[in-house]
């Protein structure tokens, strides 16, 4: 700020001198002007003073006056006069009033602010003038807002039982103005009008009375301010219920009918039942006493009593009784009659009137034998066959180009170019020994090479190789990359790589597996195109991926990030994989660096089952979660067949995204009363870092089931994958727990095609050379959809060429003939368009 120049010290003593002459002028003049400026009797009265104010970046603040009457107002900062050029000022009237009222503004900037070093903060406040006096308005204090990105204090994860208290500390970082601080549980704001919950103001710390089940979850301190806002740590805030015994239950009868035996009773640890980690109830859960029977006497027979005296009607009876014992204590009664009664005259004795007669009745069972009759009956079946001749006319148009087509005759003709693309085998020689190998594109590795996977093959002059794994890894030598006379032994290998070997303190991790090939002498005169698979979601610009080469001492050194142009290398990236175009043998392999939290990495999730070799009614189920590559899943496949493990259900992706959550694994639907599963593992969970930086190895955890019969032969139930507070996916499981055959989806590699050799050449030299129509290399490029870092095929012999190696790599799954056949017809057809425009305008101008 600068101070007023001579010429603005006269004006302020003008000033003066006119407040000493205005009581005359108003004595001699109209009362018009003396009204309008407020002549009466008062100071000027700020109707709006300079409030305090913040620069947030590099954006000047306005600090604004506004007076009635006054006929001047200027700002003051830290004692010295605002330059009046740096004053913005305007003069309306009040209607009410009819007076003037002058308002006044400056702008106060970043730099202005930090060059100012005094006792107190930056100020400025207004001066205004009328014809009584001056008045001031309150100081204005301007400060730099800005918010540390670190807390002073993060909030620490905490298990409390339930009904204790939580309290979580949380110290923002340091800011102008201070910051407010918020609490967000579960990424949502904590209300504290619930009962119970209450937030420290002063040192916002958060407090909760009583803890109950439900405030369970994750909390994050934010802390805002008007230059940006912060989180915290998330802090893991668990309650838990230690378990509680229920009543005892009534002694159960003693265990043995007679005698001394044990009686018990039980109680259950369900009052309440222990959760979330809470301690199991201490103590027995079943009581034993010993018990006393008494033993039940079975009764008997006493001695049959004496004969009675024959009665009238010739019977005598006798009697006894079951006295010897008497049964007791539940002991059984005696078996047979008590009252025995007989004919006490041997049948001489008769009644009168009466005759007693016997009956007899006899069951005669007879047995019969069934006879079977049978007839033969004759079966007749009749037998017709007929031949029908189907004669197939194929009618073929053949499209006479050559006059047209500077290619070739079948060059654009996608049926020529089919022969070319076919899966194929090739002889190699090597010097002095003739061998004869055969290089197979589908390969199916045992489990010793999955970790690392090689191959070998002899490759000369003439040779083209395209060797493609199952594991997502391809690599393709054109024609002509040997120079003559020369044999080379070539091999590539995929390795698993530590992603701490990256960079010691960065955020990259690796995103493909690392695959090298060689020797390291081998001499190319052309560039290899290598496909490399990967696991990143490239659908949004959340990461920034490199291509890194190995280096000595576990060391790796950038060769270029995929989004920028080389001449010295060539990346085509893609959703799940990226084409390389490399002339240096070398180990080789993708990284990512995070950009934001919103980065993802695509998880292939599978689920696999196997009986249990240790229990006959035992089941395991195995949860894989891996990164979403061939060869990371390739090596799970390997393990369970060796297992002898079943896929239960189709692998499915999920994205796991940079924001430092976990991932969990729970089981559920579980039928309760066909299968039991042990206590305590239904959900386990893997820390962020496992997940994130799980260098293609898989992730694996188990359910170990039992089955309470033999007979519960079918298992259904679910199994849930989610990132807390992210995306989740569910495999739904419905197998039978007694098959044995291995149902494994094998994988296998592409199939090698390559475009035929004249065909290549006739395009190549057709395209390196630019002529007057425009086709060139660089329209080759455009059609195929490779328009991106020109320069790199620009620095090669043959653009062409190496553009059509790039088209192969890409296409090798689809083998799309027709594409670049249409490719090649439209460019074809655009030359002539333009060369009939050519001769047409040659013409007219004639």
């Not at 109950?212 to 893991?236: E, F, P, Q």
Request: a negative charge; glycine letters at 8%.
């Amino acid at each position: 700020m600068g101070q007023f120049s001579g010429g603005y010290y006269l004006t302020f003593s003008i000033f003066v001198l006119l407040g000493l002459r205005v009581p005359a002028t108003l004595a001699r003049g109209p009362r018009g002007e003396a009204l309008q400026h407020g002549q009466s009797g008062t100071l000027p009265h700020f109707l709006e003073e300079p409030v305090d104010a913040y620069i947030v970046k590099s954006n000047p603040i306005k600090l604004r006056c506004q007076a009635r009457p006054a006929l001047q107002i200027f700002f003051k900062c830290n004692g010295e006069w605002v330059h009046q050029s740096q004053h913005m000022s305007q003069e309306h009237t009040d209607l009410g009033t009819g007076l003037k009222i002058r308002e006044v503004m400056i702008n106060v900037s970043r730099q202005q602010v930090e060059d100012f070093h005094g006792p107190e903060d930056y100020w400025c406040l207004c001066v205004a003038w009328s014809h009584l006096g001056t008045s001031k308005s309150r100081k204005a204090t301007v400060r730099i807002a800005y918010l540390r990105k670190n807390f002073e204090q993060d909030p620490q994860g905490t298990e409390v039982p339930l009904n204790g208290m939580i309290v979580l500390h949380c110290r923002p970082p340091e800011g102008v103005p201070v910051a407010e601080v918020e609490w967000l549980k579960n990424e949502e704001p904590l209300s504290f009008d619930d009962d119970g919950v209450n937030d420290s103001r002063g040192d916002h710390n958060l407090i909760i009375s009583e803890a109950r089940l439900s405030d369970s979850g994750n909390y994050t301190c934010v802390a805002s301010n008007i230059v940006a806002k912060r989180r915290s740590a998330t802090a893991t805030v668990v309650v838990y219920v230690n378990g509680g015994w229920s009543s005892w239950t009534d002694w159960s009868p003693c265990n043995v009918r007679c005698g001394r035996g044990v009686q018990k009773r039980s109680r259950t640890c369900t009052n309440p039942a222990p959760l979330n980690g809470g301690a199991f109830c201490e103590g027995m859960s079943v009581q034993k006493s010993t018990c006393n029977t008494v033993c039940p006497v079975d009764g008997s027979w006493g001695e049959w009593s004496e004969w009675s005296l024959c009665s009238s009607e010739c019977e005598r009876q006798r009697s006894r009784e079951c006295t010897a014992p008497e049964p007791k204590h539940g002991g059984r009664l005696c078996d047979g009659v008590a009252l025995a009664t007989d004919n006490c005259t041997g049948g001489l004795c008769t009644q009168s009137g009466s005759r007693s007669v016997t009956h007899f009745s006899f069951s005669l069972i007879r047995t019969f034998q069934g006879v079977e009759s049978s007839s033969d009956v004759a079966l007749y079946s009749g037998l017709a066959a007929g031949v029908v001749t189907v004669v197939l006319l194929i009618v073929a148009v053949t499209l006479y180009r050559r006059s047209q087509s500077e290619y070739g005759v079948d060059v654009i003709d996608s049926s020529a170019l089919t022969g070319g693309f076919q899966s194929f085998s090739f002889k190699t020689s090597r010097q002095g020994e003739p061998v004869t190998n055969q290089f197979h594109t589908e390969l199916n590795p045992t489990a010793e090479q999955v970790c690392v996977m090689c191959v070998h093959v002899w490759l000369c002059v003439d040779r083209f190789l395209h060797a493609s794994f199952s594991a997502g890894i391809s690599l393709l030598v054109p024609h002509g990359g040997i120079a003559e006379d020369t044999t080379w032994e070539m091999y590539m290998s995929i390795n698993q790589e530590d992603s701490s070997a990256v960079s010691e303190d960065g955020p990259e991790i690796f995103l493909s597996a690392a695959v090298m090939y060689g020797p390291p002498g081998l001499d190319l005169s052309c560039p290899i195109a290598m496909t490399i698979a990967h696991c990143a979601e490239v659908a949004a610009d959340n990461w920034t991926i490199r291509l890194k080469r190995h280096i000595q001492d576990n060391k790796w050194e950038e060769v270029m990030s995929v989004d920028e142009e080389s001449t010295s290398c060539y990346c085509l990236l893609e959703a799940q994989r990226c084409h390389v175009l490399l002339e240096h043998p070398g180990r080789y392999a993708l990284v990512g660096e995070p950009l934001n939290q919103e980065a993802a990495k695509r998880l292939r999730l599978a689920v696999f089952g196997s009986p249990d070799t240790s229990n006959s009614l035992g089941f395991t189920l195995r949860v894989y979660c891996v990164d979403d590559t061939p060869h990371a899943f390739q090596e799970v496949a390997v393990g369970e067949r060796s297992r002898g493990g079943r896929l239960l259900e189709e692998p499915k992706i999920m994205l796991f995204r940079g924001n430092t959550f976990s991932l969990q694994v729970s089981i559920q639907d579980v039928p309760q009363l066909l299968w039991s599963i042990k206590p305590f593992t239904t959900c386990q969970e893997f820390s962020f870092s496992q997940v994130w930086a799980s260098n293609q190895r898989p992730l694996q955890c188990a359910f170990s089931l039992e089955r309470y019969s033999h007979s519960s032969s079918q298992l259904s139930c679910k199994i849930s994958i989610r990132q807390v507070t992210g995306e989740e996916q569910i495999l739904q499981v419905y197998t039978s727990v007694v098959e044995s055959d291995c149902t494994i989806t094998s994988q296998t590699g592409s199939r090698a095609f390559k475009i035929p050799l004249s065909i290549r050449q006739r395009i190549s030299a057709t395209f390196d050379t630019a002529n007057a129509n425009g086709k060139d290399w660089q329209l080759l490029a455009q059609k195929l959809h490779i328009d991106r870092n020109l320069c790199y095929f620009a620095c090669q012999e043959s653009p062409s060429s190496v553009i059509l190696s790039l088209w192969e790599a890409q296409h090798q799954d689809s083998g799309d003939l027709d594409s670049l056949a249409s490719a090649l017809e439209e460019i074809e057809h655009r030359v002539h368009t333009m060369g009939s425009k050519t001769r047409v305008s040659t013409v007219i101008s004639i």
